[in-house]
C-alpha cells in the first residue's frame, strides 16, 4: 500500500495535466467530427504524437519541471481557445 501513495505522491504535480490532456482529447476529436476529418489518418498522427511526447516525456522531464506551472498554464489555456474554437462553427449554425 505505501508503494501506492509513493507512485500517487510522485505523480500528483502532473495530476492538472492529465485531467486537462483528456479533455484535450474530447475537444480535438469533436474537431475531428465537425470538420470531417479522415478518422485513419487522424489515428496514425495521434500515434506519431503519443510517441514523440512519450520520447520528450522520458528525456525532458527533470529539466521541465521548474517550468511546470508555465507548463500547466500554457496548456490549459490551449485547451480553453481550442474549445472555444470548437464550438464557433455550431453557435454561428445555430444563429
Given at each position: 500500500?505505501?508503494s501506492f501513495?509513493?507512485f500517487v505522491?510522485?505523480?500528483k504535480?502532473?495530476?492538472?495535466?492529465?485531467?486537462?490532456?483528456n479533455?484535450?482529447?474530447l475537444?480535438l476529436s469533436?474537431?475531428?467530427v465537425?470538420?470531417?476529418a479522415?478518422p485513419?489518418?487522424?489515428?496514425g498522427?495521434?500515434?506519431?504524437a503519443?510517441?514523440?511526447w512519450?520520447f520528450?516525456?522520458?528525456f525532458?522531464?527533470?529539466?521541465?519541471?521548474?517550468?511546470?506551472r508555465?507548463?500547466?498554464?500554457?496548456?490549459?489555456?490551449a485547451i480553453?481557445?481550442?474549445?472555444?474554437?470548437s464550438?464557433?462553427p455550431l453557435?454561428?449554425?445555430?444563429?
Amino acid at each position: 500500500m505505501s508503494s501506492f501513495k509513493d507512485f500517487v505522491n510522485e505523480y500528483k504535480p502532473f495530476l492538472g495535466l492529465l485531467i486537462f490532456g483528456n479533455i484535450e482529447n474530447l475537444v480535438l476529436s469533436a474537431q475531428g467530427v465537425i470538420e470531417g476529418a479522415d478518422p485513419i489518418l487522424v489515428a496514425g498522427l495521434s500515434l506519431l504524437a503519443v510517441i514523440t511526447w512519450q520520447f520528450i516525456g522520458v528525456f525532458g522531464t527533470k529539466s521541465a519541471m521548474k517550468y511546470s506551472r508555465h507548463i500547466e498554464f500554457i496548456g490549459g489555456f490551449a485547451i480553453f481557445v481550442l474549445g472555444i474554437q470548437s464550438m464557433l462553427p455550431l453557435i454561428n449554425h445555430l444563429l
